[in-house]
């Protein structure tokens, strides 16, 4: 069974730093773009960045452009979500998805097949 995990979440300050995994397990996911999303309470679940398979390409939402970079290791089957200067508004749980291979990245939910189960990242002020 394929299965996306992310862990890395937690509390931060305002102004912090966290680092988010998404390791995969049962299917290898090096030829598929793989995004980052997150959804606030009561709010649309975003698209927050993605890179594509073979890691040369990545793509950031305005909001978190110049703070976020996204990573990948194949050879370990994970995608890094490497968060700075971290603000209130980035409170939310955070996704990560896996498109079909070979895909460039989409850019909406829509575009993604598998998800993980969510890691809770919370700034405080």
């Known amino acids: 069974q394929v299965q996306l995990v992310e862990s890395g979440g937690g509390l931060v300050q305002a102004g912090g730093s966290l680092r988010l995994s998404c390791t995969a397990s049962?299917?290898?996911?090096?030829?598929?773009?793989m995004g980052w999303f997150r959804q606030a309470a009561g709010q649309e679940r975003d698209f927050v960045g993605g890179i594509s398979w073979t890691g040369h390409n990545t793509y950031y939402a305005d909001s978190v452009k110049g703070r976020f970079t996204i990573s990948r290791d194949n050879a370990k089957n994970t995608v890094y979500l490497q968060m700075n200067s971290l603000r209130p508004e980035d409170t939310a749980v955070y996704y990560c998805a896996a498109s079909g291979p070979r895909l460039d990245v989409p850019l909406t939910r829509y575009g993604y097949s598998t998800w993980g189960q969510g890691t809770q990242v919370t700034v405080s002020s």
């Open positions: 049962g299917r290898t996911f090096s030829s598929h773009a």
